[in-house]
């Protein structure tokens, strides 16, 4: 992939993102061919927040590759409380071959990459979960055949998972729109990068607070929860305010027919999504979930190998 980290789909090229895609297809497709790729080679995993996915697909997918990966949850190291960023990170470094880092702060991300030569892996900070996007966009070309042109409409609080997606789409030609109530947009920041990301594919990046006008036409109806890890004191505020924003079979039957509906999981039933919608026939959640298995295992061949993974 020729980056030394995996930290934000912004880092990468078109061509890059494209070809990621379609290792993780081969992986998913052949698992077999990879299974030596990295025999004796260890992955360290930093957790500060909860994780089902994450810590499950990382974990088989190093085991998969023929390498290892150790757990190291809040309790075990506490990131810069017990030990300082920069002091886990050059110590890590003398061990592993590879670091996998679910934070808070985007920044503790940074440091790591910044300390340690070897490669790290953003499993997800407040700002960012590309792992999540390219687990996505995998899932959307399966189903839809193509990406270019597509629409995605993000339904919800404009988060690390809606900055990841617009950073995917603003790569692959996919337009994405953020639904969100008044207040809960995306940051300016992430929004004016993946806009200028996206001059080169002609993908549109829109934010709306307007039902109808986020929805109307879209390929792809995504949510996520009201409430982040890290703001579950907000959560109960939240919901008041969110609300309108529910996707439901109303909602879902302003998209395209043929609509699909995605959710990062975990999902909160009843709160963003409907019972009936997530257990649809347009609900492709579990895919998605796998998909991070296949998606991640392209991702550390793409950073470990040396060349173009084939
Ligand atoms: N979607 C996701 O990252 O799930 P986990 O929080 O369970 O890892
Ligand atoms: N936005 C959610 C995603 C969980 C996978 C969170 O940060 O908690």
């Known amino acids: 992939m020729y980056h030394k980290d995996f930290i934000s789909i912004h880092d990468l090229s078109p061509a890059t993102m494209g070809h990621l895609l379609e290792v993780a297809l081969k992986v998913k497709a052949s698992p077999e061919k ?15 927040k909860p994780s089902l996915r994450t810590r499950v697909s990382f974990e088989a997918g190093m085991t998969q590759l023929g390498g290892h990966a150790i757990y190291l949850g809040p309790n075990d190291i506490s990131l810069g409380k017990r030990e300082s960023v920069p002091d886990i990170a050059r110590t890590l470094d003398r061990m592993v071959d590879l670091i996998m880092a679910r934070t808070f702060s985007h920044g503790s991300i940074l440091q790591l990459a910044q300390f340690a030569d070897i490669p790290v892996i953003n499993g997800l900070s407040d700002l960012l979960h590309p792992c999540q996007a390219v687990a996505d966009f995998q899932t959307i070309l399966e189903k839809k055949g193509e990406l270019k042109g597509l629409t995605l ?130 609900s492709v959640v579990f895919d998605e979930a796998e998909n991070r298995l296949h998606a991640q295992k392209a991702i550390i061949l793409s950073l470990m190998l040396e060349g173009d993974v084939e």
């Open 34 to 48: 990879y299974e030596d790729a990295l025999v004796n080679h260890t992955m360290a995993m930093i957790f500060e």
């Open 153 to 282: 409409a993000f339904v919800g609080d404009g988060n690390n998972v809606a900055h990841s997606l617009m950073f995917a789409g603003a790569k692959t030609g996919v337009n994405v729109r953020i639904l969100c109530p008044e207040g809960f947009d995306p940051k300016p920041e992430m929004l004016a990068l993946a806009r200028d990301d996206a001059r080169e594919t002609g993908a549109t990046m829109t934010v709306t607070h307007d039902l109808k006008e986020g929805v109307s036409g879209a390929d792809v109806i995504y949510t996520d929860v009201w409430a982040s890890m890290g703001q579950e004191a907000e959560a109960e505020k939240r919901k008041a305010i969110f609300r309108p924003y529910q996707v439901n079979a109303a909602l879902m039957a302003m998209a395209k027919e043929d609509a699909i509906f995605m959710h990062c999981l975990p999902a909160h039933r009843g709160e963003e999504v409907t019972d009936e919608v997530i257990e649809s026939w347009q």
